[in-house]
């Protein structure tokens, strides 16, 4: 898609003028094991990234369930939990030393810190709504609502990031909008409590709204990198999510202590049903699966492309309605169920997309299949190769 920068790299160590047929054994052999390594990081940062929002969409909604009732704990476990990061920052830094995009004079302090605060307050608002939204839906309903964020990413990246609304993508944004909006009709009741028409509805709007601000942030962080900072390397956008996290920890933390939520905490632990243990363990366990979610979403960046890391954070939401009709015992009534089958209707629309702009993409720069799993001769003689195109 035009505006999103994608990297190409290939890194070739000096080879002898007339290369042995052995040479060459070895050259293929160590190309496929590298594909082969690159895919296998692709699946376990897949894992992560289903398996992780997955988790804590469960955890979330099991604090509600048993007397939790605090919507500022419920988003300040949502980032707290971004020091998981920095492990991963350290020890993949070196195996991501290449420049995605570098326009030249770095962005000043001043810019830095004002994109920092911007996305960071943006960012706690919007886990904040998220947690409106658990807080009276069925999981299986929120998560279906959740499926729409990929329809404000396109809406939000045609206007911020110059992306082409082609039929596919606008056939996308259409069953994904009806999808959600399916579920405004809606009358069940949740199995745990009794919500009104007015809170099921307040959910719903929050739901939506930030999904909306979730891909509000995405197209704005694009921005920030290509507009403001002006850098697209591995440290540059693990700087830019680790700040963004802090800055919105501090916010949920306000917002903790402000609200007053923080003096009922003693009362709503003794309380708790499954006991004081269960509810710290929770928490703990929510703040860290939200961060294998955040690694496994990192990692999808830098091996392929932030649209697809968003794509597929999109594809774990219809598990979450199947895991919620087991564990909660939420009802999948005829709607969900047509709700659920048009989110994957919308969501393969996107993917496929996405496909075919890579096609052509590969195709404009004279790129065969067989071509970008191994490099070229004139390639190899070149050393490093660094191709930067818009999508």
């Known amino acids: 898609m035009k505006g999103d920068q994608e990297l190409q790299v290939i890194v070739q160590q000096g080879k002898e003028p007339n290369p042995t047929v052995q040479d060459e054994r070895n050259?293929?052999?160590?190309?496929?094991?590298?594909?082969?390594?690159?895919?296998?990081?692709?699946?376990?940062?897949?894992?992560?990234?289903?398996?992780?929002?997955?988790?804590?969409?469960?955890?979330?909604?099991?604090y509600y369930d048993n007397g939790g009732n605090s919507k500022w704990l419920a988003t300040v476990v949502q980032l707290v939990g971004f020091p998981v990061l920095l492990p991963y920052y350290l020890f993949s830094i070196k195996t991501h030393t290449t420049t995605h995009r570098d326009d030249g004079k770095a962005a000043s302090h001043r810019n830095r810190v004002l994109v920092?605060?911007?996305?960071?307050?943006?960012?706690?608002?919007?886990?904040?709504?998220?947690?409106?939204?658990?807080?009276?839906?069925?999981?299986?309903?929120?998560?279906?609502?959740?499926?729409?964020?990929?329809?404000?990413?396109?809406f939000f990246s045609y206007f911020l990031n110059s992306q082409k609304l082609t039929p596919i993508i606008l056939n996308s944004l259409l069953l994904l909008t009806i999808s959600s909006n399916l579920l405004a009709f809606n009358n069940e009741e949740s199995n745990f409590k009794k919500v009104t028409r007015g809170q099921y509805v307040t959910s719903f709007i929050c739901t939506i709204g930030a999904s909306a601000g979730f891909g509000l942030v995405l197209s704005l962080q694009q921005v920030a990198l290509r507009k403001v900072l002006k850098r697209q390397t591995f440290s540059e956008v693990m700087d830019?999510?680790?700040?963004?996290?802090?800055?919105?920890?501090?916010?949920?933390?306000?917002?903790?202590?402000?609200?007053?939520?923080?003096?009922?905490?003693?009362?709503?632990?003794?309380?708790?049903?499954?006991?004081?243990?269960?509810?710290?363990?929770?928490?703990?366990w929510t703040a860290i699966s939200w961060q294998v979610f955040n690694v496994g979403g990192t990692g999808l960046i830098f091996e392929l492309s932030s649209l697809f890391s968003n794509a597929i954070s999109a594809l774990g939401l219809p598990v979450v309605p199947v895991l919620a009709v087991i564990i909660f015992h939420d009802k999948m009534n005829g709607l969900k169920v047509i709700s659920m089958i048009l989110a994957i209707w919308g969501f393969m629309s996107y993917v496929y997309q996405h496909y075919l702009d890579d096609k052509n993409l590969k195709k404009s720069l004279g790129i065969s299949t067989e071509e970008s799993s191994a490099p070229s001769e004139a390639e190899r003689s070149s050393g490093q190769r660094i191709q930067t195109s818009a999508s």
Not at 38 to 59: C, D, H, K, N, P
Not at 117 to 134: F, N, Q, T
Not at 138 to 151: D, E, G, R
């Open 27 to 62: 050259s293929v052999g160590s190309n496929h094991t590298n594909i082969y390594k690159r895919w296998l990081r692709v699946i376990i940062y897949t894992f992560f990234v289903i398996s992780g929002q997955s988790v804590a969409t469960i955890l979330g909604r099991l």
């Open 116 to 154: 920092y605060l911007a996305l960071g307050v943006l960012v706690g608002g919007d886990c904040y709504l998220y947690s409106i939204g658990l807080l009276y839906l069925p999981v299986s309903t929120f998560s279906l609502i959740c499926a729409s964020q990929l329809a404000f990413r396109a």
């Open 240 to 284: 830019l999510i680790i700040y963004v996290n802090l800055v919105a920890s501090c916010v949920s933390l306000v917002g903790l202590f402000a609200s007053g939520e923080w003096k009922t905490l003693s009362s709503e632990m003794d309380s708790y049903k499954l006991g004081k243990v269960s509810y710290a363990m929770n928490l703990v």
